[in-house]
């Protein structure tokens, strides 16, 4: 039996496993990103990490189940806003997910960034840039994102970010 493979019967191993990767902290983000048209879309985004600071880039990893993805592949820039410890309206809004016809910037304010997608004007800031790179992970695709532009917001010095911590590390 795979002890890591997530549909496997609990036992020892994975019972830890699941325990240390929930309770890996991770900030949250609002990703937006185009279809390379006129279609644009935002989505709650946890797995995002620096990684590099010259040139300045981040990683950030998107469920294969995503259309993003696609979107990726076409227009292969996305902007993140980097949401604060009490901006829980920002989560319950993109938290659900939006269809790829369906607008999801209603009642938010954004502006736009160098790269033209939105970024949340309520947010801590920002980072939007160009994806150079892309890995297979499983379950994700990790994006290497070559930060071009940022911006911060009107309460980056008084608030903190909003950090997840998950019960398992086995799912959302």
């Excluded at 469920?63 to 604060?84: E, F, G, H, Q, T």
Aim: aromatic fraction near 8%.
């Amino acid at each position: 039996m795979n002890t890591t493979d997530s549909n496997s019967a609990p036992d020892p191993l994975r019972d830890a496993i699941a325990s240390v990767l929930g309770r890996t902290p991770s900030g949250i983000f609002i990703l937006t990103a185009s279809d390379g048209g006129s279609r644009e879309t935002g989505m709650l985004a946890s797995w995002v990490q620096q990684a590099s600071f010259d040139p300045p880039m981040v990683t950030v990893a998107v469920n294969r189940k995503r259309y993003l993805n696609d979107w990726l592949d076409a227009a292969p820039k996305l902007a993140l806003s980097m949401v604060a410890e009490k901006q829980f309206d920002f989560l319950k809004h993109f938290g659900r997910g939006f269809e790829p016809d369906e607008p999801a910037f209603e009642e938010i304010e954004f502006a736009r960034g160098i790269t033209g997608l939105p970024v949340l004007s309520a947010a801590l800031g920002y980072l939007e840039g160009n994806v150079v790179g892309q890995l297979d992970a499983g379950d994700h695709a990790i994006y290497l994102v070559e930060i071009e532009g940022a911006g911060t917001g009107p309460d980056l010095d008084s608030l903190g970010p909003m950090v997840h911590i998950r019960k398992n590390g086995f799912n959302y």
